[in-house]
């Protein structure tokens, strides 16, 4: 079993045991030239540096909602997001009329 320790770095049930000795796990860098298209379909634009995409993760349909930054002339995604499922994006839109609700209550 994984444990979370602070600074998210993950290790074993106990430090001594398992996988103590192993380097920790990396993410690995994805160079966004050698894909096809890598933010997907762009939706649309809700600002300068947000966007709704859908896309192609690991076999799955995601609806992404992300913020972007620029580097060498080029829109990179930041950490800053979040990614639904297609069950999560049903769900989402099934209460999009309940969502219009609470926010038109908040304005007035």
């Known amino acids: 079993m994984w444990k979370w320790k602070k600074g998210n770095k993950r290790s074993g049930e106990d430090d001594a045991g398992g996988s103590a000795g192993a380097p920790p796990w990396k993410r690995q860098a994805v160079d966004s030239s050698s894909e096809d298209n890598p933010d997907g379909i762009v939706v649309c634009e809700v600002s300068k540096n947000k966007r709704i995409?859908?896309?192609?993760w690991n076999g799955n349909v995601m609806v992404d909602f992300?913020?972007?930054?620029v580097k060498?002339?080029?829109?990179?995604?930041?950490k800053k997001g979040i990614s639904l499922s297609m069950d999560q994006w049903k769900i989402l839109r099934d209460h999009i009329e309940e969502i219009n609700e609470?926010?038109?209550e908040y304005s007035a």
């Open 102 to 104: 609470a926010v038109k």
């Open 72 to 78: 060498d002339g080029k829109q990179l995604p930041t």
């Open 53 to 56: 995409s859908v896309r192609n």
């Open 66 to 69: 992300r913020e972007f930054f």
